[in-house]
T-cell receptor, first 112, second 114 residues
Framework: GNSVTQMEGPVTLSEEAFLTINCTYT??????LFWYVQYPGEGLQLLLK?????DKGSNKGFEATYRKETTSFHLEKGSVQVSDSAVYFC???????????FGSGTKLNVKP | EAQVTQNPRYLITVTGKKLTVTCSQN?????MSWYRQDPGLGLRQIYY???????DKGDVPEGYKVSRKEKRNFPLILESPSPNQTSLYFC?????????????FGSGTQLSVL
């Protein structure tokens, strides 16, 4: 079956530090991969996506590369800001984008 | 403003008392879905709907019902709620057609079943 595994949090970093949040997946077929972000009291928002192997998704300084050989989609940012504090969810979807599978979420705290 | 609207934002109820959580979107999206969010488990899909009168089960449909009589609305019905359905619920929608994979989420409904 399909599933997503994320590193447990919380992750606490100082401003301008480098961020990596690990995500690995199990899937049948050729899934699309996503990172969603959830700010306190809000719904999830799409941060970036990749729809095929070796694609790199990027947005707001965040990047993730779809690695089929390691079944991974790790989220990275070179220099985090306090405003990046949120919960980050890795997700995958089947080819029809009807069923979505989310990881457990990783809370990021960025200190000034 | 394009949005997905859920109501109520907070709901406290008792075991066995039927309730409905409403979800409405103003983006003319064909696809809508419901999720529950629990600590350590992330979001799990309850039901989804690809169009009016077309619904299908997600991973955790037990104890829930849905209906899709109009394109804009997709209510979630708990006919006999139990304490294990205490959770944060999210409704989401997405457009059809090319590049249609982005989900738009509502702000959530925090449900407590006593």
């Amino acid at each position: 079956g399909n599933s997503v595994t994320q590193m447990e949090g919380p992750v606490t970093l100082s401003e301008e530090a480098f961020l990596t949040i690990n995500c690995t997946y199990t899937a049948t077929g050729y899934p699309s991969l996503f990172w969603y972000v959830q700010y306190p009291g809000e719904g999830l928002q799409l941060l970036l996506k990749a729809t095929k192997a070796d694609d790199k998704g990027s947005n707001k300084g965040f990047e993730a590369t779809y690695r089929k050989e390691t079944t991974s989609f790790h989220l990275e940012k070179g220099s985090v800001q306090v405003s990046d504090s949120a919960v980050y969810f890795c997700a995958l979807s089947d080819g029809n984008f009807n069923k979505f599978y989310f990881g457990s979420g990783t809370k990021l705290n960025v200190k000034p | 403003e394009a949005q997905v609207t859920q109501n109520p934002r907070y709901l406290i109820t008792v075991t066995g008392k039927k309730l409905t959580v409403t979800c409405s979107q103003n983006m003319n999206h064909e696809y809508m879905s419901w999720y529950r969010q629990d600590p350590g488990l992330g979001l799990r899909q309850i039901y989804y709907s690809m169009n009016v009168e077309v619904t299908d089960k997600g991973d955790v449909p037990e104890g829930y019902k849905v209906s899709r009589k109009e394109k804009r609305n997709f209510p979630l019905i708990l006919e006999s709620p139990s304490p294990n359905q205490t959770s944060l619920y999210f409704c989401a929608s997405r457009p059809s057609g090319p590049r249609n994979e982005k989900l738009f989420f509502g702000s959530g409904t925090q449900l407590s079943v006593l």
